[in-house]
């Protein structure tokens, strides 16, 4: 088509961000974060272009859990983006953000991947798969966006016949037995317009997080945000909270699910979910806590919505029969949903839904987004604790998704301050009021960043890669 774009330069920034309070998943703890930026610049076959920007947290403890030191895990992160910044400045195909995403995932980066691993040498342990994409995502939505930008469009209005070449079909399969055919169908054909200007919002309660005054000990920041749970709801206004648990410890597993329980019946929230950190093995642990939970707190069991994620990441590796749990709830594929075809997998393991996230690529998300929609999965999405540039692309996928309940964002607990640039131009998305997120000041091409605006001093980049 007259509008396929290839890549011609790369630029790859590094932003460090420290948190004001720890987040804690799974066995290790959060204190900093390093984001990685991209920008990135297209053309079509006429030779006009235009700039995209994508950015995404290199969350190291979600993203590569492990025993080995996290400064190893953090530093392959950063070396592998700066491979990925020429490997998609030198990408010599053409098409539409998707076709190119799809191929760059399916045909570079497995190798990419590979040649680091290979140059970290047999002593080092290698980075999975979950790390790579969570590199490769700034990049995607750099792509995604000039796209847009090119178009002088909203890049949610090109997932249309009109701009690619190819329907699903050629992209994604159905389920074997499945009654379902992607044969003419374009993401569009499973998206949402026009998208919602508002979202209720998920707050995070972490396993770290405080909930009464009781649990004070003098140390919190005194930066004018709150530290215990209950001024968080008065605060924003909050309906919704998701519950960090262990995995590991029922009986603290149960005791924080009613202690929060409690809190949020005393406040009006009406909604909870438990994420359980990935670290559960046998389905009877979750089932358990939600059969004790029936009999003694039946509100507090009401109140919970779905359940995320209580299994290992591996899901090929950890082929466990969910189909007990997902009878009580649904139950929500998270960190192992890396693409539609793991969904796939999950799908007949007994997972009803998947929460999407852009740290895993744009392209990858809206093809499992397509893909779960058309087999009657539950959608959600997901926050990577997104800061800056990366809150905007994630409120964007929550919008157009359709979404079981809205969507959670808590860049605004850990890290508030390191968006104060971005909300001098959209306050509603770095600050949740009534118990939402409001979109209602992205506009423009691409994702509607509005980066003309955003007064932020970028630091030198760290690469920068032209097509030879």
């Known amino acids: 088509m007259k509008t396929d774009i290839t890549t011609t330069t790369v630029d790859l920034y590094f932003i460090g961000v420290e948190t004001r309070v720890p987040l804690k998943f799974g066995p290790e703890t959060l204190t900093s974060v390093i984001c990685a930026r991209a920008c990135m610049t297209v053309k079509d076959a006429n030779g006009k272009t235009a700039q995209g920007w994508g950015e995404t947290p290199l969350s190291v403890q979600w993203a590569w859990p492990s025993a080995s030191p996290y400064g190893d895990r953090c530093e392959a992160m950063q070396r592998f983006c700066k491979m990925l910044a020429q490997a998609w400045a030198e990408f010599d195909k053409q098409g539409h953000p998707i076709e190119l995403g799809s191929a760059f995932i399916e045909s570079v980066l497995p190798g990419l991947l590979e040649r680091l691993n290979s140059k970290r040498g047999q002593q080092a342990e290698p980075m999975p798969w979950l790390a790579a994409l969570v590199c490769c995502s700034a990049f995607d939505l750099a792509l995604h966006d000039a796209y847009g930008c090119l178009l002088e469009r909203d890049v949610y209005a090109t997932y249309t016949s009109e701009f690619m070449n190819t329907d699903l079909a050629g992209l994604i399969k159905s389920a074997e037995g499945a009654n379902v055919s992607f044969d003419g169908k374009y993401p569009a054909d499973f998206l949402e317009f026009p998208a919602p200007k508002a979202l209720p919002a998920w707050h995070l309660v972490g396993g770290k997080d405080l909930l009464d005054e009781s649990e004070l000990t003098g140390k919190e920041p005194d930066d004018g945000y709150p530290v215990l749970l209950p001024d968080w709801i008065e605060r924003d206004g909050l309906t919704c909270l998701k ?51 029936i009999v003694e707190h039946p509100r507090i069991y009401q109140m919970i919505l779905y359940v995320e994620q209580p299994f290992p990441y591996d899901l090929e590796e950890n082929q466990i029969d969910v189909h007990s749990v997902s009878a009580r709830k649904p139950l929500f594929m998270d960190e192992s949903a890396h693409d539609w075809k793991l969904i796939r997998l999950g799908r007949d393991l007994g997972w009803t839904g998947v929460a999407l996230k852009t740290c895993k690529t744009q392209t990858g998300a809206i093809l499992s987004l397509c893909w779960a929609k058309a087999h009657g999965m539950t959608l959600m999405v997901q926050d990577l604790t997104n800061p800056m540039l ?34 001098a131009v959209h306050p509603g998305l770095y600050r949740r009021r009534n118990g939402q997120v409001d979109l209602s000041t992205l506009n423009g091409p691409g994702f509607g960043y509005r980066l003309s605006e955003i007064k932020r001093n970028l630091p030198e980049f760290a690469v920068r890669f032209e097509k030879r």
Not at 252 to 280: M, P, Q
Not at 281 to 286: E, F, I, L, N, R
């Open 390 to 423: 990366a809150q905007i692309p994630h409120v964007c996928l929550a919008a157009h998704a359709g979404t079981i309940m809205g969507v959670e964002t808590n860049a605004m607990q850990f890290y508030p301050a390191a968006s104060a640039a971005e909300e």
């Open 243 to 293: 519950v960090k648990l262990r995995g590991n410890d029922a009986i603290w597993d149960y005791d924080r699910l009613v202690k929060v329980g409690h809190t949020a019946i005393e406040r009006g929230v009406l909604w909870l979910t438990s994420d359980f950190n990935c670290t559960v093995t046998d389905p009877a642990y979750v089932n358990d806590i939600l059969d004790r939970l």
